[in-house]
């Protein structure tokens, strides 16, 4: 079992934020259990196939392992979540919202922070031990202090200058202004969603995971014919 020996001390600090008032508790995910994420991060620290095979000297050997994203989430029902990702996947449609659109909003998705230009679904194969709670909201229009603030807490060599923060900003909020033209209805704060939970599973790998799907987000066909045909697992 991946992460056996975890505890709720395992939670790195600089993460806590992102789940609601920094909670989170250790659930155990079974094998076989389809997760999804949207992003546009294709590389090495999002995707499963982008990464390369990873040879067992990788695997066995510590500081070698080649790791990706830990954040995922359910598509079937899990614990608390007894929607998952089909029934974001039709409240959106409901909605005549974009899927992107939806996801961004129950998943408290600030736009600086990701696209979502992709719908990428894996299959974990262990089980394991993760952290699991719901999205800390957050406000959709960014200020230079939010920037500032979170600079100053970033690691060494991701922290920027005043020049490039300002150009994240304009950046940022001209892609929201863009945003609103085409979702008028999304709402200031993002997140706050009774039924939309997150993983953050530490130490996943390539190893740990069978990829199904990376689909661009506006072949929405395709999108709904994966997360049915993930009820079946």
């Excluded at 598509?75 to 909605?95: C, S, T, V, Y």
Aim: net charge neutral.
């Amino acid at each position: 079992m991946l992460n056996a020996n975890i505890t709720e001390a395992d939670l790195p600090a600089r993460y806590q934020p992102f789940f609601l008032n920094g909670k989170a508790k250790l659930v155990t995910i079974p094998a076989n259990f389809p997760l999804w994420k949207l992003s546009s991060y294709m590389g090495s620290e999002s995707t499963v196939g982008d990464i390369g095979p990873q040879t067992q000297d990788e695997l066995t050997t510590p500081g070698k392992r080649k790791f990706i994203t830990p954040w995922w989430a359910n598509i079937n029902p899990f614990g608390e979540d007894q929607l998952g990702a089909r029934h974001r996947f039709k409240q959106a449609k409901a909605k005549g919202r974009r899927f992107q659109d939806e996801v961004r909003i129950a998943n408290a998705v600030r736009i600086d922070w990701n696209g979502l230009s992709h719908y990428q679904e894996v299959v974990l194969t262990e089980p394991c031990r993760a952290f699991w709670g719901q999205f800390e909201p957050v406000n959709t229009k960014l200020t230079y202090k939010v920037l500032r603030d979170e600079n100053a807490t970033a690691k060494p060599e991701h922290q920027k200058s005043t020049a490039q923060l300002t150009m994240a900003l304009n950046r940022a909020n001209n892609a929201l202004a863009e945003l609103r033209k085409i979702c008028p209805d999304m709402p200031d704060m993002l997140g706050g969603v009774p039924d939309a939970w997150q993983f953050y599973i530490p130490n996943l790998s390539k190893y740990d995971l069978q990829e199904q799907a990376t689909i661009d987000v506006h072949d929405k066909q395709l999108i709904e014919l994966m997360l049915n045909a993930a009820a079946a697992y």
